[in-house]
C-alpha cells in the first residue's frame, strides 16, 4: 500500500518499455553477421559500462567486436547503433497510460533507467510522455548503473527523498533487493494490474 505523498520511481525497460523483441534480436545478430551465442555473450557482458556513459555507441560496439575476435567498421557500427535502438523501441501502451493517469493525479513519479545515450535520446525525441517524471535518471547520464547503490542514491538525492518516501519499480528482482537494501520500498512489476493494486 501507498499514499499520494509517496513518489514512484519507475524502471523503464519491461515495465513502461518492452525488452528486445524477438524480430529486433535477429536484426541485431544478422547486422554483426556473427553467430548468436557468442555475439550475446560480449553485447551482456560488455553492457553495463554502455549502459553508464562510460563509452559511447562506437567505443561499446568495437569492444563488441574485440571480444569477437572481428572488426566492425563506420558503417557497420552505424547501421548495429541504429538497430539496437529499434530493438529496443516499442512501449507498452497500457503502462504509458497508466503514467499519465498518475501524472493527472499528481502523483510524483521519476524514473530511473539503465539505459545508453543513442537510446536515451531516442526516447527523449519520440515520446513526449517522459516529461512527466519529477526526475529522469538516466544511467548513461548519471553514471551508476543497477543494481549499483549509487543509482538509488543519485535519485533519492535529486528527489531530496528519504528512502522511505519511495516506491521503486523494476522488473528485475536484484534492482529490487538493491533498493530495499537502502530503504526504498520495492515492487516487483509483473502486471500493469498488481501494480494498480500496489498503487492504491
Known amino acids: 500500500m501507498t499514499t499520494m505523498s509517496t513518489t514512484?520511481?519507475?524502471d523503464m525497460f519491461g515495465v513502461i518499455a518492452r525488452h528486445q523483441s524477438e524480430e529486433?534480436?535477429?536484426r541485431l545478430v544478422a547486422t554483426a553477421g556473427v553467430p548468436a551465442a557468442p555475439f550475446w555473450d560480449a553485447y551482456w557482458s560488455l553492457r553495463p559500462a554502455y549502459?553508464?556513459?562510460d563509452v559511447a555507441g562506437p567505443g561499446y560496439w568495437r569492444t563488441v567486436a574485440e571480444a569477437l575476435a572481428t572488426d566492425f567498421?563506420?558503417?557497420r557500427t552505424a547501421d548495429l547503433i541504429e538497430a539496437d535502438v529499434?530493438?529496443?523501441?516499442?512501449v507498452d501502451d497500457e503502462m504509458v497510460a497508466l503514467v499519465e493517469e498518475l501524472a493527472a493525479s499528481g502523483r510524483h513519479i521519476a524514473l530511473l533507467s539503465n539505459i545508453p545515450e543513442e537510446l536515451a535520446a531516442h526516447y527523449e525525441q519520440h515520446h513526449p510522455w517522459l516529461?512527466?517524471?519529477?526526475?529522469?535518471?538516466f544511467s548513461c547520464r548519471i553514471g551508476h548503473a543497477k543494481p549499483e547503490p549509487g543509482a538509488y542514491r543519485w535519485s533519492l538525492n535529486s528527489l531530496d527523498l528519504e528512502p522511505d518516501r519511495v516506491l521503486f519499480v523494476d522488473d528485475r528482482a536484484e534492482n529490487i533487493e538493491a533498493a530495499r537494501a537502502l530503504g526504498l520500498h520495492g515492487h516487483l512489476f509483473t502486471t500493469v494490474a498488481e501494480l494498480r493494486k500496489t498503487l492504491t
Open 8 to 10: 514512484v520511481l519507475f
Open 24 to 26: 529486433g534480436r535477429e
Open 51 to 53: 549502459d553508464r556513459g
Open 73 to 75: 567498421d563506420a558503417r
Open 86 to 90: 529499434a530493438s529496443w523501441s516499442a
Open 131 to 137: 516529461r512527466h517524471f519529477r526526475v529522469r535518471g
